[in-house]
């Protein structure tokens, strides 16, 4: 429901825009705007590569930006030409529009809503750009896309559900922090992680989303510690490292220890989650991997190669325990 | 009886009653306190403490209101208050200092009144529209605190920082505390000079109360800056919170919750006479009914609804209309009460 008004309003303000002719640009956006070359595609070995950015939502995708932006740096014998569309969908078919118009040589996309793309990816087609998508998917024709690379937030949860389902062989009772409602992350990893503890001895007391943010974590665990009781709760699992760094401050003023008393499992890995896991306040953490560009920089050398590449490329996912958070926390990237 | 019953504020006071004798019906705990560590502890408690931030918002955007006015970019302030503070602690050589904190807050309150002059400047002296004047500042402003912070969450860890909003003193958490004082400057300022009444002056007929010598662009302008500043101070205390400035998050939609708590106490959006009182009721109805989604446990999906539907109930059943439709009979209250109602869904919606 939310999905379909929301294409609605991008087709519309698409189509807005689109009558607006030339009003690309800056719109209030920290980086949106494009900058960069102009100089078409054939300036010989250089490859010009338009990246369509959700925006700057998140710690992680700042580091997946970085990750891009290294990735199809000039050294690379790139010319990156970057648009972060500020989660508005429209203006994001809008960046897509202009890197056709601009007849760069190939196209990625990090999808903000995964519907209303099937129009801008033929025009991509016809103009014979391939495109990339990264990160989230569309519903769009898979034909309409030379591939996509991303990650498996099913396999995330399941991985994270594997470790409690060994790790509690008591009667545990468990509360969700669920992701933000509707989002693919939140109910694919709510699904990993629900099949790998069935039948394992963790009850789900209770779940309820955090919006994927610290002070949402934190105003949920304190409702669930209100509710439950300290003593009543065994573990948290939280479909994000900052809702798991929200529940720590929670249990923590509630008078117990994060990690001792209440155990937590978490997905994302980002350096405060690590750094807590190292501290010994979360217990296990599945890694959301935000460095794609690699992937997607060999993917668009394929696609323009003319190789036969696959539709699919998922990047592996590790996981820590709090003695490999140590380890792995000096030289982190994000 | 009739007295109490036709007291602006009966509706409002006992929707938080229903909602606190649902909660506590539910799940008896709700209204347990017990002494912990030299500290009170609760359901009723972390309500107090969790409402801080919407508290002064929302007292800033009563003010606001009652000159006519609207400020949607306390969110944005808020985000660019924590950043501002949250990047002076983690700068600074000596984040556990008390002498750091301070300067960090005082500077992000400073900041934040300068949003909020600017706010002012546009509405009083450029004569913007309010909406648009605060629009601007809403869509740029969260942009500002993400250049700040680079993009990436700033978390420190400083006792003295994380005490303005997990502290307690006299049993009380320093959050309350700080919704108290606020409440009481506003209240005080408002009431027990003739401010108040000539920013209702202002609020109800600009034109007249110009000619008859009230000062409005400078109360006007001084509203915005008030509102500035306390959102500024509820960015410090939600940072606080979390002891991090979450830029993307900090103060999202809070605009629009603390117009709901203005219209919620009774204070009505077309400017003129405002009731602090009912704010503070308001703020209070909104955050129990956050604990009231958990307590009840209403999954994620519904939560939106149910908080749609409680506030709709709530709002209708203040209108003045709807009580007077009540007591009238026959078809003609539906075709009176329906625009009105619509009106709160799409607040809701939003």
């Known amino acids: ?334 | 009886m009739n007295r109490i019953y036709k007291h602006r504020l009966f509706w409002p006071v006992l929707s938080l009653l229903v909602l606190i004798v649902v909660n506590t019906i539910a799940r008896p705990q709700f209204i347990e306190i017990t002494l912990q560590d030299g500290r009170l502890y609760g359901a009723l408690i972390d309500i107090l403490r969790n409402s801080a931030p919407l508290m002064l918002v929302a007292l800033g955007m009563t003010i606001v209101i009652a000159t006519r006015g609207i400020d949607l970019s306390v969110g944005a302030v808020m985000a660019v208050s924590g950043a501002v503070a949250l990047t002076i602690i983690d700068r600074s050589g000596s984040p556990g200092a008390v002498g750091t904190v301070f300067v960090a807050v005082i500077v992000a309150i400073l900041v934040s009144l300068v949003l909020g002059a600017w706010n002012g400047f546009l509405v009083s002296v450029l004569k913007i529209q309010p909406i648009i004047a605060t629009l601007v500042l809403m869509l740029a402003g969260r942009g500002v605190a993400l250049l700040i912070t680079g993009g990436f969450i700033t978390t420190v860890n400083s006792e003295p920082f994380a005490f303005i909003a997990s502290g307690y003193v006299l049993l009380l958490p320093v959050a309350f505390f700080i919704s108290i004082a606020a409440i009481a400057a506003v209240a005080l300022v408002e009431r027990r000079t003739a401010l108040g009444v000539l920013t209702e002056s202002v609020g109800i007929n600009p034109e007249a109360s110009r000619l008859a010598g009230v000062r409005s662009r400078g109360i006007i302008w001084g509203a915005y800056m008030v509102s500035g500043t306390l959102a500024g101070a509820a960015g410090v205390i939600y940072a606080s919170n979390i002891k991090a400035a979450d830029a993307n998050a900090a103060g999202l939609f809070i605009e629009l919750y603390a117009i709901l708590a203005v219209v919620l106490g009774g204070t009505s959006l077309a400017g003129g006479k405002f009731s602090i009182a009912g704010t503070v009721i308001g703020v209070f109805i909104i955050q129990t009914l956050e604990s009231t989604i958990l307590f009840l446990g209403v999954p994620s999906a519904q939560s939106p609804v149910f908080f749609a539907v409680v506030v709709v109930v709530v709002v209708v059943a203040q209108s003045q209309r709807m009580r007077g439709a009540i007591a009238r009979v026959g078809d003609a209250f539906r075709k009176q009460d329906a625009p009105e109602r619509d009106d709160e869904k799409v607040e809701v919606a939003r």
């Open chain 1, 1 to 334: 429901m939310k999905k379909r008004f929301l294409s609605t309003l991008a087709f519309t303000a698409t189509a807005a825009l689109a009558l607006a002719a030339c009003s690309s640009g800056s719109d209030g956006g920290t980086d949106a705007g494009t900058d960069g070359g102009s100089d078409g595609g054939s300036s010989g070995d250089v490859i010009t590569v338009g990246f369509a950015q959700t925006g700057s939502e998140s710690g992680w995708r700042s580091a997946n930006t970085e990750s891009m932006k290294t990735a199809f740096s000039a050294e690379n014998g790139f010319d990156l030409v970057f648009n972060a569309a500020d989660n508005d969908p429209a203006a994001q078919i809008q960046a897509v529009r202009s890197f056709i118009n601009q007849g760069v040589d190939a196209i990625v996309i990090a999808p903000i809503v995964e519907d209303g793309w099937d129009d801008v990816l033929q025009e991509a087609k016809d103009a014979g750009i391939p495109v990339i998508l990264e990160d989230r998917t569309v519903t769009a024709s898979d034909d309409l896309y030379a591939s996509w690379v991303g990650l498996d937030f099913e396999l995330e949860g399941q991985k994270a559900g594997e470790w409690a389902a060994a790790e509690f062989t008591e009667p545990t009772n468990m509360v969700v922090l669920e992701g933000t409602t509707g989002s693919a992350p939140a109910n694919d990893r709510a699904t990993g992680f629900d099949n790998a503890i069935a039948g394992s001895s963790i009850t789900k007391l209770d779940s309820q989303t955090g919006d994927f943010t610290r002070d949402g974590g934190k105003t949920v665990m304190e409702g669930f510690l209100q509710k439950y009781g300290v003593d009543e709760i065994d573990l948290v699992y939280a479909h994000n490292d900052d809702m798991a760094l929200g529940a720590i401050e929670a249990i923590e003023a509630a008078g117990a220890e994060p990690g001792v008393d209440i155990k937590i499992v978490s997905i994302d890995a980002v350096r405060d989650g690590m750094q807590a896991l190292a501290d010994g306040k979360i217990n296990y953490i599945v890694e959301c991997n935000p460095l794609l560009g690699e992937k997607a920089a060999e993917l668009v050398k394929a696609v323009l190669a003319g190789d036969d590449v696959d539709k699919r490329t998922i990047v592996e996912d590790q996981a820590f325990d709090q003695a490999a958070a140590e380890a792995a926390l000096p030289d982190r990237k994000y």
